[in-house]
């Protein structure tokens, strides 16, 4: 429904505002983004002038209709492998072989790791391990730290603004608003993963009584999102713990209510989304090792509660002012009055950059390949993303435990 977007949420003024909040499903990614390319300011149909081109191949909606039911492998990759087999055909792809060529997977980039065609209780597909994908740019909502072909970005929240002033009037709203939370979480346990945290949270929220707030998406619809953005709005700090996955959509929702984010996993955040989250993490957030929680080591009330006002204060104006960075347009606007950039034209920016340099790495007649081990190319290392090398350790030490999610 509306280009991707979802139900439109009605008779939701006290908590939201305006007419622009939706329903809008965490995995419509490629529906909505698609959407907004069709709006783009700078398509050519011409694709000798092209400085990239956009591939609208709905990679999760094809992957997710065979992750559940005992699918053999081949039926699962049956449209990823028409996919590359149509592309290469195409006069577009012999210029750089697809060098040039990106689409956006509305899923997390597991779901498209397969290793073993022969595995057929191996999960998901193996779309992004295709020697014609791995040339490519894959957008999706949680990339691997150690692929240099997937990026992440942000997951759809349910505001789709019109306008700048919409977006204007919305950062005005939740700076006014009166948070009578130190901190909440949103969600529920997670018993069949030995590694999650989320018990523990869980537990410490309800000791805090009067200080934390539940809303658990047992006994609960977390998927109303008047339900969740009241609980957001009324905390100053959210729990952002790993749940299925490393990343949530949950934080995105965090950051539009104006709620500084906490996270217990470097996976979260601070690698993933390095085009449109601040390199500095701890200008909009609090970071807790899930390791201390795990071992009782760590007291979240009382870390946030020595927090100082002012403190409090500066980080959740970071987060009001990455409110139109981590939100995507509503297509249907043709966007007249918004100058703001959007999560939308930031990855389109960010793509034609990557495409620019890898063209003319290529012209200046430098190799350029993609097809090294995953394990040494950690694309946060030497792109200059992070300012040390601690996350890896961190990622190193907390791999096998997380292996069922990654």
């Not at 006069?91 to 073993?116: Q, S, Y």
């Not at 595995?119 to 779309?127: F, V, Y």
């Not at 894959?138 to 002033?165: G, K, R």
Request: net charge neutral; aromatic share 14%.
């Amino acid at each position: 429904m509306n280009l991707g977007l979802g139900p439109q949420v009605r008779n939701c003024d006290v908590v939201l505002q305006n007419k622009n909040w939706f329903a809008t499903n965490q995995f419509m990614l490629e529906i909505i983004f698609h959407n907004r390319m069709k709006q783009y300011k700078c398509l050519t149909n011409d694709s000798s002038i092209a400085s990239a081109i956009y591939v609208p191949f709905y990679a999760g909606l094809d992957v997710g209709r065979y992750l559940w039911g005992g699918f053999n492998t081949s039926v699962r990759d049956f449209d990823a492998m028409d996919l590359v087999k149509w592309l290469s055909g195409k006069p577009e792809w012999k210029r750089l072989r697809g060098r040039d060529h990106f689409f956006v997977a509305g899923r997390i980039t597991w779901d498209f790791r397969r290793r073993m065609d022969d595995d057929e209780s191996g999960w998901g597909n193996k779309l992004a391990s295709l020697p014609e994908i791995r040339n490519m740019t894959m957008l999706t909502i949680e990339s691997s730290p150690w692929s240099n072909q997937d990026f992440a970005i942000p997951y759809p929240t349910y505001f789709h603004p019109s306008s700048n002033i919409e977006v204007i009037q919305w950062q005005n709203k939740v700076r006014e608003q009166k948070r009578k939370y130190l901190f909440s979480f949103v969600g529920a346990s997670r018993p069949n993963l030995k590694s999650s945290i989320r018990s523990e949270i869980i537990e410490q929220c309800l000791v805090s009584e009067g200080t934390c707030k539940l809303l658990d998406c047992i006994t609960n619809n977390c998927h109303n999102p008047v339900n969740v953005m009241k609980m957001f709005q009324s905390s100053i700090f959210c729990l952002q713990p790993p749940g299925d996955s490393y990343t949530r959509r949950s934080t995105f929702d965090s950051i539009l209510a104006g709620c500084i984010p906490v996270f217990f996993h470097p996976g979260t955040a601070y690698i993933q989304y390095i085009w449109h989250l601040p390199k500095n993490y701890t200008k909009y957030s609090v970071f807790i090792s899930e390791n201390d929680i795990r071992d009782k080591k760590a007291n979240i009330e009382n870390i946030l509660l020595g927090i100082s006002e002012d403190e409090a204060s500066a980080m959740r104006e970071e987060v009001v002012r990455l409110i139109p960075r981590v939100i995507y347009a509503d297509p249907r606007s043709r966007l007249e009055s918004f100058d703001l950039e959007d999560a939308f034209d930031i990855a389109v920016k960010r793509v034609l950059e990557r495409v620019e340099t890898i063209r003319g790495d290529m012209e200046q007649g430098k190799s350029y390949s993609f097809d090294f081990p995953e394990q040494f190319s950690w694309k946060y290392y030497w792109s200059g993303t992070m300012e040390d090398h601690k996350w890896d350790a961190y990622f190193t030490k907390t791999s096998d435990a997380n292996s069922s999610r990654a």
